[in-house]
């Protein structure tokens, strides 16, 4: 065990990524260890990517993608507009409900970033805002994009935990939401006290129904997608397929900001971006399946159900390791080396892996913006040029959102299992 650990975390250090990190720590405890095994490696890499529901992922990756290139995002901020503008911090309160909007379509925090920051920071820094200000609003925002369905994370967690992609969906948008909320909240008290002006003083009728009739159809793809999955009509694959065709058809036919000559970019693209996912995926698996031959989830169930600490407290303790393990690990890899350990000490103590997932996913969330990792904190150097260090500073107060709504869903886990009784 003490190989498995030391090897990974020497390859790490070194700057060896991630997948292949794990997959040679793999091959060393093999080597040493366990040469009679040495022919289950190649199994067990494969049978790591060998399945169905893995189809999903894919999949909602392309939605996001091409929903982005559709010029989207420029609707979905002017529909904001229309609804919050209006109240001081108006741009601020745009931001946020743009993430808000945008979380439910690209499942991606750092498409979000992206997208959101390139066209709200420079609108934000002409208003008044700091610059660090408006970049820090934007990376703590698109932590939504990882919470609120369809959420790519969330696929893998549910794939990896053995639950319903559809009820880890519905599991999700209660604290999703929760968190886009409170942190309008702190614009609003922020607005007050630094007098950031509002965005505009109103819309009449006429440009109100236009804006509507603009951002209508794409406000119907989260609708769309996570229905028909919640509804029973389609399973998580089927919907990110039929999310995948809706899409297509709006940027190709409706809205026709996307032309065909464009798609096999965007194809290669979604197939990058799996790809390096499913190698994780592969090597992690690999890497889960020797704790588990080591017995290592059993003696830390073991361990912790020594302390005989309350639900609670034991949801706490493992927060404040994903909190850690999040600054320091990306998300997928988190996700894969933390759900297997940590789900048999769930188990002894009763607590709903529905429950965790959120939990799970919203802390991996806050560490996007905190550094050394920090993807969304590096997205939006790379717009603004300013440090991470800065646009750190700047999310410090909206993060406080995250870290509350992470509180409320240990405190009170009706917070994410009510919905599930919806349609139970």
Known sequence: MILLLVSLMVLLLIGVPIAYSLGLSGLVYFLIMQPGLIGVLPQRVLSGMDLYTMIALPLFILMGLVM??????ARLIDFCLMLVGRFPGGLGHVNISTSMIFGGISGSSVSDTASVGSAMIPEMARKGYSVETASGITVASSTMGMIIPPSVPMVIYAVTAQQSIGTMFMASLVPGLLIGL?????????????????????????????????????????????????????TATESAALGVGYALFLALVVFKSLKLRELPALFRSAVMTSATVMIIIAMSQLYVWILSMEQIPQLLAGFLGGLDLTPILLLLVIAAAVLLIGTFIDVTPAILLITPVVLPVLALANI?????????????????????????????????????????????????????????VIAFPAITLWPLTLFS
């Open 182 to 234: 409170l942190m309008m909240g702190i614009i609003a008290l922020m607005a007050g006290r630094q007098g950031y002006p509002r965005a505009h003083a109103g819309l009449n009728p006429q440009q109100r129904r236009q804006v509507i009739q603009r951002a209508v159809l794409a406000l119907l793809i989260p609708l769309f997608v996570v229905g028909a999955v919640v509804g029973g009509v389609a």
């Open 68 to 73: 982005n290139a559709s010029g989207i995002t």
């Open 352 to 408: 709903s892996p529905v429950q965790f997932g959120v939990l799970l996913i919203s802390g991996l969330a806050i560490g996007l913006v905190t550094p050394p990792v920090g993807m969304c904190l590096n997205v939006c150097s790379s717009i603004t040029g300013l440090s991470i260090g800065r646009i750190f500073r700047g999310a410090l107060p909206f993060l406080l959102a995250n870290l509350l709504v992470m509180l409320l």
